[in-house]
């Protein structure tokens, strides 16, 4: 088949599993743990996919490690990955709830969010740590993980995870009462709203995660209006047995950037017994109620049009096939007919009419008019690694991990 091996060098390459690719579609992000799940990096690179040619984009300092890089979807690129403390110590060292988002150009590294974690503490600031960078399709704010510093501290099971985002409103810049705090370039909240003991068989959730900008320019509400900026992400909820049932919840945002700021029933910036809560007038919704696949780790996409959120769930035998809803609401509609089961996580062509993902331990196009399946890659003995599987802007690559004598390399094939 037509995949071409990109690195080449006795070492780990990692690909986030989306927005790895400059938006000229020559180069890819990434950095070099052993692993997706070991945090010890200590530089973001990126590899000309025609050249071969690698260039270090930031080395990190003082003990502290990077990983998890992104890519804005504008020329030139900016940047962003997780940044670790720096001078790490058994008290604050990397952790879900010690970590930062920072913004890289020119070999520098900026932060993107602010920390203050100690009261009065401060509206756009964040009180712990940010993961999974992801700027908006337009590129003028991101989307992350979040979990909190201060409610961990109070107890461990407060400390819950949560879906936040980054506005160009101003720059935060706390007043600076512990040597962990920092200023931030952007405004940065919670839009999601967790509990730790949700009710049985309610909307509540004790976990948002894996979340998605819906569509290029939002979606188009059922009454034909358009909702410009909205995120979804998947919840925790809790049957009425009491077993957890991840779902799909959206969240619509406003338009203003200064709406951001305004505090709806909760302190945005929470309080030393509570969490930070969304701004005034945001609300999660459920749209789905039947649960969704919890293996293969993958999150949620968006078609490019908004008018379908994708994921992956179980068919009545057990194989586990690409979904679609609204954002909003209704029958979930399955796409995939496939008899091996989705093994990976998964990105949208950019024109809306594909989706790449490994099944059968191959590299596969699937069709979204169709659900027709076309394998890209030869099936091996071992599947490709199942972290990314992710378009070029142009659409002609899918670039991808294997395994080749022991290194995770960097890979790309044909789109088809």
């Not at 590294?109 to 964040?126: V, Y």
């Not at 919840?249 to 709806?264: Q, S, T, W």
Request: charged share 20%; aromatic share 8%; proline share 6%.
């Amino acid at each position: 088949m037509r995949e071409k091996q990109i690195t080449f060098a006795q070492r780990h390459h990692q690909l986030t599993n989306i927005n790895v690719w400059t938006a000229d579609s020559q180069w890819l992000a990434f950095d070099v743990r052993p692993s997706g799940a070991l945090f010890t990096s200590q530089t973001i690179e990126r590899v000309n996919v025609f050249t071969g040619a690698v260039e270090v984009l930031y080395q990190a300092k003082e003990g502290a490690h990077v990983g998890v890089v992104t890519v804005s979807p504008d020329m030139p690129p900016r940047y962003v990955c997780i940044h670790g403390p720096e001078h790490p110590d058994e008290i604050w060292h990397y952790d879900f709830h010690h970590r930062r988002g920072v913004i890289v150009q020119n070999g520098e590294a900026h932060n993107l969010d602010a920390c203050d974690i100690t009261p009065p503490f401060t509206p756009g600031a964040l009180r712990g740590g940010s993961h999974v960078h992801v700027f908006s399709p337009d590129g003028s704010r991101l989307s992350f993980t979040y979990n909190d510093h201060v409610m961990h501290e109070l107890e461990v099971s407060q400390d819950l995870r949560n879906v936040g985002i980054a506005v160009p409103l101003h720059a935060v810049t706390p007043q600076k009462q512990h040597p962990r705090e920092y200023d931030g370039s952007h405004f940065c909240l919670l839009v999601s709203r967790t509990t730790t003991q949700p009710e049985r068989g309610s909307d509540e959730i004790n976990r948002a995660y894996e979340e998605c900008w819906i569509g290029s320019q939002g979606y188009q509400k059922p009454d034909g209006s358009w909702q410009r900026w909205a995120i979804a992400f998947i919840g925790d909820t809790l049957t009425a047995q009491g077993d957890k049932q991840p779902d799909i919840f959206i969240v619509d945002l406003p338009e203003a950037l200064e709406d951001y700021a305004r505090a709806g029933d909760a302190p945005l910036e929470g309080s030393s017994k509570t969490l930070p809560a969304p701004p005034a007038g945001v609300n999660q919704r459920r749209v789905t109620f039947t649960g969704l696949a919890q293996q293969p780790r993958h999150w949620l996409r968006a078609s490019p049009d908004g008018s379908a959120i994708a994921f992956l769930k179980a068919d009545d035998q057990g194989v586990i096939q690409l979904w679609t809803v609204s954002p909003n609401g209704g029958a979930a509609q399955q796409i995939t007919q496939l008899t091996n089961s989705i093994q990976s996580a998964f990105s949208w062509q950019p024109e809306g009419k594909a989706i790449a993902f490994i099944s059968d331990n191959s590299v596969m196009r699937c069709d979204m008019a169709s659900g027709m399946c076309q394998r890209l890659t030869d099936r091996r003995d071992e599947a490709p690694s199942g972290d990314a599987v992710v378009y070029s802007p142009d659409g002609k690559q899918i670039a991808f991990m294997r395994e080749v004598n022991g290194w995770r390399q960097l890979f790309t094939v044909t789109a088809g």
